[in-house]
């Protein structure tokens, strides 16, 4: 089991709740088949909306991927992006700055922000559970 940070905008990690799904790295297929069924995905939004520059910081959604298979999805002519299955747990948003000296990912607390950039990133199991629990969220025992 491996624990992994996405990263997109908060409006459109609510349409991946919604659905029921995750996509990363504007569709890009290679970072979801680095995942494997029942590992886990913390989405991480910089900004509320994509389109906007409003600043979110927050982890607003977690959950795991049910799916065995990465696929393509028609979104409108011309985006066919890649999706995962995800099972989304309840849970509330939660502020990143409050965390930022116990996560053990970010190295640079000054510039946490870099530790983001490439959109999708494996984080340690501690740090996975330190985020899990800022959220409310309950994870299955196991």
Do not use: N
Request: net charge neutral; glycine share 8%; aromatic share 14%.
């Amino acid at each position: 089991m491996r624990y992994w940070i996405g990263v997109a905008s908060e409006d459109h990690v609510a349409r991946g709740v919604a659905g029921g799904f995750c996509q990363l790295c504007h569709g890009k297929a290679a970072p979801l088949r680095r995942m494997s069924r029942g590992d886990w995905i913390i989405y991480y939004s910089a900004k509320e909306r994509f389109e906007d520059k409003v600043p979110c910081q927050k982890f607003t959604a977690i959950g795991e991927v049910t799916g065995e298979e990465v696929y393509p999805f028609d979104m409108f002519p011309g985006f066919v992006p890649y999706r995962r299955d995800i099972r989304f747990l309840p849970c509330t948003s939660a502020a990143i700055r409050p965390l930022l000296d116990e996560l053990s990912f970010i190295t640079d607390k000054s510039h946490w922000g870099y530790a983001f950039r490439y959109g999708h990133l494996e984080i340690p199991r501690q740090d996975f559970e330190c985020i899990a629990r800022a959220m409310q969220a309950t994870l299955p025992a196991g």
